[in-house]
């Protein structure tokens, strides 16, 4: 696994995993984070988009899951519920409690899941700790705040190693 803070995979967005592809890997789970990864931060809704790769996703016979540490009581709940997806909220990223937690509820083990997320120092840490494939998107939207600019910046180093393309495509 080498360096825990290197993602397995690098893709633009979750629209690069092809539902298919993830399947014929012998993925049955993919865990996600969502803001920034699924949904923008201020889109209370998933798209249309999001929706039907969720379906594709099913219809592939891989869950989706979202494993979230977002800090709005109403936001994590609200937006899977609407999408019709399971989740754990507060999640602790980068440790490993609530991945170990998804993987339970979902019943499937940690060689059978991939996290994807936007953020090198909670979702790809955390994730890889617990045993889990890794893949980095980027971030959906950089938003207001300066903090996320810093932290892509310190990000950097770590995303231009991670692989582009290859694997759960
Ligand atoms: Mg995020």
Same mark, same amino acid.
């Given at each position: 696994?080498? $360096? ?5 995979? =690098?893709?633009?967005?979750?629209? &690069? /995993? ?8 012998? =993925?049955?789970?993919?865990? $996600?984070? /969502? &803001? ?9 809704? !998933?798209? !249309?988009?999001? %929706?039907?790769?969720?379906? +594709? ?5 891989? %869950? ?6 977002? @800090?709005?009581?109403?936001? $994590?709940? &609200?937006? $899977?519920?609407? /999408?019709? =997806? ?9 440790? %490993?409690?609530?991945? @170990? *937690? ?13 996290? =994807? ?7 790809? /840490?955390? *994730?890889? @700790?617990?045993?889990? +494939? ?13 903090? #996320?600019?810093? #932290?892509?910046?310190?990000? %950097? ?13």
């Amino acid at each position: 696994m080498g $360096c825990l803070l290197i993602p397995d995979r =690098v893709k633009e967005s979750i629209y &690069d /995993l092809s539902p298919d592809a993830l399947r014929s890997v012998g =993925v049955r789970l993919v865990l $996600c984070d /969502l &803001d920034n990864t699924l949904s923008p931060y201020e889109e209370t809704l !998933p798209s !249309p988009r999001l %929706t039907a790769w969720k379906e +594709a996703l099913e219809e592939a016979g891989v %869950t989706l899951f979202v494993v979230s540490n977002s @800090r709005k009581s109403h936001r $994590c709940p &609200d937006f $899977c519920e609407a /999408l019709g =997806v399971p989740y754990v909220r507060h999640a602790g990223k980068p440790g %490993t409690k609530g991945f @170990r *937690a998804a993987l339970a509820r979902a019943g499937v083990s940690a060689d059978q899941a991939v996290m =994807v997320g936007d953020q090198i120092f909670t979702d790809i /840490l955390g *994730a890889n @700790r617990a045993g889990i +494939a890794t893949v980095l998107v980027k971030p959906m939207a950089w938003g207001k705040n300066p903090g #996320r600019l810093l #932290r892509y910046a310190a990000e %950097t180093p770590f995303r231009l190693l991670g692989r582009r393309g290859g694997g759960h495509n």
